[in-house]
């Protein structure tokens, strides 16, 4: 079983940035994984972020996600990442790490991020 891991939530201002962690709790990314990053507030639809490849780091932004937010993965850590800057109250939601591995997708439970004005 593969199980994500987010971390790195909080209560931040707006104007303020924020990293997120993702990891694979008890193991490792491996090669063909595709991390993806989404975000949800209740009674909303989940919002796609943008995603990344863990072997080229090829990534991919939702149009709306753009100039804002980050993804990255540092390889040797074993850690994919979500940096988000300009922080606005709309961006007040739960984050979502997933990893899609053998056309399987698992979900990690979430980090909660509020952003007061």
């Known amino acids: 079983q593969v199980q994500p891991a987010e971390s790195g939530g909080g209560v931040v201002q707006a104007g303020d940035s924020l990293t997120l962690s993702c990891s694979v709790s008890?193991?490792?990314?491996?090669?063909?994984?595709?991390v993806a990053w989404y975000r949800q507030a209740p009674g909303k639809e989940r919002e796609v972020i943008g995603t990344?490849?863990?072997?080229?780091?090829?990534?991919h932004y939702a149009d709306s996600m753009r100039g804002r937010f980050t993804i990255y993965r540092n390889y040797h850590e074993n850690r994919a990442w979500l940096h988000m800057n300009g922080l606005k109250p709309k961006d007040t939601d739960i984050y979502y790490c997933?990893?899609?591995?053998?056309?399987?997708?698992?979900w990690g439970r979430g980090t909660q991020v509020t952003v007061t004005s």
């Open positions: 997933s990893i899609q591995r053998d056309s399987i997708v698992y």
């Open positions: 008890g193991g490792t990314f491996v090669g063909d994984d595709m």
């Open positions: 990344i490849t863990w072997d080229a780091g090829s990534r």
